[in-house]
């Protein structure tokens, strides 16, 4: 009965690199959130995928950030050429439906760009 | 912009009294609120949510009150014990469970 697991738990990265972050959901649950924390701060939505499509991306920066969430396989968050200020913890979350369900969220990614 | 905001950033309390957290938030046209707790190195928890056509919900030990008057939202924990320690956050849902998050209480439970 697993919930939602996020891989790596902690990323380091020299700015320039890019990151990958990983989202398998709950078993059963076909929508996918991301969210970004600063330190001392709450949660910041970037995008919201169903499997194989992008329903809103409004929270994420233009450039260099993408998401997919493909037919098979885990969701996927990448930061092309990470820069200091891309440090923070990505959190994932799913839930079965959208609307309001109540979403469940991974224990992150904590990303630090050197 | 719309946004969702607490009025205390820390509260101390001594274990076994009860605690209350408080959120205001601005968008009259929100109608599902959240809480979450989240805990050191890990990803926000489900505490209890309501929707805009109550006034009160009640879990196990915790109460949620809903103000839409004042636009304004409480979360009651009876009884605090040690492990109730931790960063709570109220959460608006916009639509599609994209949520909009205040900044978060500090609950330090002295024992």
């Known amino acids: 009965n697993a919930g939602v697991m996020q891989n790596p738990r902690h990323l380091v990265r020299r700015r320039g690199q890019e990151a990958r972050l990983r989202c398998s959901p709950m078993k059963g649950h076909s929508h996918v959130y991301w969210y970004r924390q600063l330190p001392e701060e709450g949660l910041k939505f970037m995008v919201y995928?169903?499997?194989?499509?992008?329903?809103?991306e409004s929270g994420m920066p233009k450039e260099r950030f993408s998401a997919e969430f493909p037919k098979e396989g885990p969701s996927i968050l990448r930061i092309q050429q990470v820069v200091r200020g891309d440090s923070a913890a990505y959190f994932c979350?799913?839930?079965?439906?959208?609307?309001?369900?109540?979403?469940?969220f991974g224990n992150g990614t904590r990303l630090t760009v050197t | 912009g719309e946004s969702v905001g607490l009025h205390l950033p820390t509260l101390s309390v001594q274990e076994g009294d009860n605690s209350i957290i408080n959120c205001a938030y601005s968008n009259s046209a929100s109608d599902y609120f959240i809480w979450y707790k989240q805990e050191s190195g890990k990803g926000p928890q489900f505490i209890i949510d309501?929707?805009?056509?109550?006034d009160k919900r009640q879990g196990q030990r915790v109460t949620v009150l809903l103000n839409k008057t004042v636009k304004h939202l409480s979360l009651q924990i009876a009884a605090t014990q040690p492990g109730d320690s931790a960063v709570y956050f109220c959460?608006?849902?916009?639509?599609?469970?994209?949520?909009?998050f205040g900044g978060g209480t500090r609950l330090m439970v002295k024992p």
């Open positions: 979350a799913s839930s079965p439906r959208g609307g309001d369900s109540p979403l469940h």
């Open positions: 995928l169903q499997k194989e499509n992008i329903i809103d």
């Open positions: 959460a608006e849902n916009r639509a599609g469970n994209m949520l909009t």
């Open positions: 309501i929707r805009s056509n109550m």
